[in-house]
Structures are given as C-alpha cells and as structure tokens.
T-cell receptor, first 113, second 116 residues
Framework: GQNIDQPTEMTATEGAIVQINCTYQTSGFNGLFWYQQHAGEAPTFLSYNVLDGLEEKGRFSSFLSRSKGYSYLLLKELQMKDSASYLCAVTPLMGGATNKLIFGTGTLLAVQP | EADIYQTPRYLVIGTGKKITLECSQTMGHDKMYWYQQDPGMELHLIHYSYGVNSTEKGDLSSESTVSRIRTEHFPLTLESARPSHTSQYLC???????????????FGAGSRLTVL
C-alpha cells in the first residue's frame, strides 16, 4: 500500500529554525513535493525533489533520501506568517498516471513570538 | 492573470438536492483533479482528467461525477447530496514548471460543502 507519515503538530519560535520530517512507503517513486496550506486556504507549492540531496529556495530548503524513503522541509528565520500546515506529497510510479499525488496528513506548525 | 477558480466557496444544502461545484482554470493545463479534504485529514484524490473527454476515478471512492467538455472547465456533480458528503472539495490543475520540470499542482481556493 501507499503510506506517508508526518508529525501532526510542531511548535517553534519566531526567528528560529524548524525541520519537518516526512517518511514514505509507496509503489515506486517519481518525485516528492512540499506544499504549504494556511487555514481555510488552498495548498501552495513550496518545493520538489526527485534526486537525493538538498534543494534550497530562500528561507525554505527540502532534502530527499530515496534509499531511506525520507524527506525533510527546513524553514529558517521563522516568521509568524509561516504558521500553517505543511503537506508532504509523493508521486508513485503507477503506469502512466505519474501525476497522481499521494498526500500525507500534513504537519500543523505554530510559530510563537 | 492565469489562475484557477472554484465556485461556490461555501454551500449549505439539504439532503437529496443536486449540486454542481464549478472549477475553471486559465492556465491552459491539460490535467485537472478533484481532491476531498476533511479537517485534519489528508487530501484524497476523487477524480482526475488528462484532457477533454477524459475522466477517471481517483483513489477514494466518491458518489460524485465529473465531466470535461472543455479544457478549462472541470465541474463536479452530486446528484443527491447526503450529510456524508459534507467536506471541502479542492480542484487543481497541473503543468510543468520551468527549471525543475516537475508537474506542479495549482489548487483552487476550495468549495466547502455542508449537507444538512
């Protein structure tokens, strides 16, 4: 079966660094996405990893290890507006349907002053 | 500005009514999707389409139906709404981003349906 695990909730302090982990078990692998979702709003794209290593984009970085089925999202210099749910999603290999994403339940991050 | 639009944003309706959730995108994407999301739960794919006249059921069984007569339009219909259909429905479309080549989903704002 397909399974994606993330912590349910995390709390961090403004200005600090936080790492949100994601582990996955899927039938094949064709890329991992991180999305940010503020309460009551649509998810928005943050990052994409398909090869092992770190992808950096401003204050956000995402890491992937395919052999371990593991990824993390690193948020630096936290701001209050970073309080949101962070969704890990994987594209498994399923014949031609390689665009069907499987989502984790999301990690609700609360940034405190 | 290229975007994806969903209407209505909020709908409260009685049991047995027929409802249609509208979704339109102006990005020229071939691929479109409907996800269902309950509070605190993961998004579940209920329908997808790879182009005009192409529709497939997703991983989560749903009593809703979809149609794709035009590239930009992907409406979802419930013939007879029930309280178990109460949920948030998110429409998305996807296209390749420059640089990464990843097929990134762009989501609409969602339609929150409450069936009494």
């Amino acid at each position: 079966g397909q399974n994606i695990d993330q912590p349910t909730e995390m709390t961090a302090t403004e200005g600090a660094i936080v790492q949100i982990n994601c582990t996955y078990q899927t039938s094949g692998f064709n890329g991992l996405f991180w999305y940010q979702q503020h309460a009551g709003e649509a998810p928005t794209f943050l990052s994409y990893n398909v090869l092992d290593g770190l992808e950096e984009k401003g204050r956000f970085s995402s890491f992937l290890s395919r052999s371990k089925g593991y990824s993390y999202l690193l948020l630096k210099e936290l701001q209050m507006k970073d309080s949101a749910s962070y969704l890990c999603a994987v594209t498994p290999l399923m014949g031609g349907a390689t665009n069907k994403l499987i989502f984790g339940t999301g990690t609700l991050l609360a940034v405190q002053p | 500005e290229a975007d994806i639009y969903q209407t209505p944003r909020y709908l409260v309706i009685g049991t047995g009514k027929k409802i249609t959730l509208e979704c339109s995108q102006t990005m020229g994407h071939d691929k479109m999707y409907w996800y269902q999301q309950d509070p605190g739960m993961e998004l579940h794919l209920i329908h997808y389409s790879y182009g005009v006249n192409s529709t497939e059921k997703g991983d989560l069984s749903s009593e809703s139906t979809v149609s794709r007569i035009r590239t930009e339009h992907f409406p979802l219909t419930l013939e007879s709404a029930r309280p178990s259909h109460t949920s948030q429905y998110l429409c998305a479309s996807s296209g390749q981003t420059e640089g990464t080549g990843a097929n990134v989903l762009t989501f609409g704002a969602g339609s929150r349906l409450t069936v009494l």
